[in-house]
């Protein structure tokens, strides 16, 4: 199964965690890694926390900013190890699909997860009266 660490800025880690553990119950092999100010500290966390959950079929590091301090701290852990991935942008829907497809290999599990994230952003619009009328056959 592979390992989940979830890091970004201030509350944004635990916040995510707390969200989707109302929709899946309690999640195991995952480690929050929050960022407050201390690279050195997040740094040495995140190296903890990828070992703690490294069962051998690999790491993705969610994190909140791509190009942000934890994505770049967790970017030079990932570039260290062969089974390490770092996703940044990380948003529920993409957080959600990972936690039930974690039986996946590595890569199809980045691809994976990645699609969801990006496909699950929409905005809302109201239909006219006339694109209502056309989508009811009317």
Do not use: W, Y
């Amino acid at each position: 199964m592979i390992g989940l660490v979830l890091t970004g800025h201030g509350a944004f880690p635990n916040g995510m965690l707390e969200s989707i553990q109302l929709i899946t119950g309690e999640i195991d092999q995952i480690k929050v890694i929050p960022f407050e100010n201390d690279q050195n500290k997040l740094h040495e966390e995140l190296e903890k926390a990828i070992e703690e959950v490294d069962n051998g079929d690999g790491v993705v590091c969610f994190t909140d900013l791509a190009g942000g301090t934890p994505f770049n701290v967790s970017s030079k852990l990932a570039a260290e190890r062969e089974n390490v991935r770092v996703i940044g942008g990380t948003n529920s829907p993409m957080l959600l699909s990972a936690v039930f497809q974690r039986e996946s290999d590595l890569n199809s599990f980045v691809e994976l997860v990645l699609a969801e994230g990006k496909n699950n952003i929409k905005e809302f619009k109201m239909k006219t009266v006339k694109e209502q009328e056309t989508n009811d056959g009317i």
